[in-house]
Nanobody
């Protein structure tokens, strides 16, 4: 079974930037999976942030469009979420998720999930 691991989280000041990475454990290739990013703040429902298809086409939520960028590097078997102009409302636990399909699913349903990583935006 595919296992995903997030890295790169931490504390950043408002207006700053942070880059998250999503990698696969074992011998699975992420170039066969559509990869989504999600986040959840304490006491709030988990929300979709972005998705990237096998051919690199992307989708973003309105709250992060223009500030966040997701990309994939197949040679490194890694998917990134680059976050800029961060504000305290971006604070939460961030998850990457995968589905063995070529495109971002319209229902945003994913089969495999990482354990999550903390991102805190505070001065």
């Amino acid at each position: 079974q595919l296992q995903l691991v997030e890295s790169g989280g931490g504390l950043v000041q408002p207006g700053g930037s942070l880059s998250l990475s999503c990698t696969a454990s074992g011998f699975f290739n992420l170039d066969q999976y559509a990869i989504g990013w999600f986040r959840q703040a304490p006491g709030k429902e988990r929300e979709a942030v972005s998705c990237i298809s096998l051919n690199g086409r992307t989708k973003y939520s309105e709250s992060v469009r223009g500030r966040f960028t997701t990309r994939r590097d197949n040679a490194k078997n890694t998917v990134y979420l680059e976050m800029n102009s961060l504000n305290p409302e971006d604070t939460g636990t961030y998850y990457c998720a995968g589905r063995h399909i070529s495109y971002c699913p319209h229902d945003f349903q994913f089969s495999h999930w990482g354990q999550g990583i903390q991102v805190t935006v505070s001065s």
